[in-house]
């Protein structure tokens, strides 16, 4: 079983940075895919961000993309996501997904068998 811990979501202004972090346990770290999605409150978790296991290929939602980075750290066990020029929309419970399967649509929640509890980023106007 993959455990994924979230963490670094906080309040934060318009045009503030913040990175999240996603521990993983329980399985082999390199043989898992990841990706990052959020979740507004009344609606769907929509895809984020995702990278590969070697980490050589990373894929972004329009909506984030030049402002977010996806990295993963083989050694700490640990998925980043660096965000940069927060807008209030935003706004969201962030979460962590994991994979040992590498599909061509990274993006759809059925894609990934492992998720993290959370975290809140709220971004403030």
């Known amino acids: 079983q993959v455990q994924l811990v979230e963490s670094g979501g906080r309040l934060v202004q318009t045009g503030g940075s913040l990175r999240l972090s996603c521990v993983v346990s329980?399985?082999?770290?390199?043989?898992?895919?990841f990706a990052w999605f959020r979740q507004a409150p009344g609606k769907e978790r929509v895809f984020v961000a995702a990278i590969n296991r070697s980490g050589s290929n990373t894929d972004y939602a329009d909506s984030v993309k030049g402002r977010f980075t996806i990295s993963r750290d083989n050694a700490k066990n640990t998925v980043y996501l660096q965000m940069v020029s927060l807008k209030p929309e935003d706004t969201a419970v962030y979460y962590c997904?994991?994979?040992?399967?590498?599909?061509?649509?990274?993006?759809?929640?059925?894609?990934?068998?492992?998720w993290g509890q959370g975290t809140q980023v709220t971004v403030s106007s």
């Open positions: 997904a994991a994979s040992p399967y590498y599909y061509s649509d990274r993006s759809r929640v059925q894609s990934y068998d492992y």
């Open positions: 329980g399985r082999t770290f390199t043989h898992l895919n």
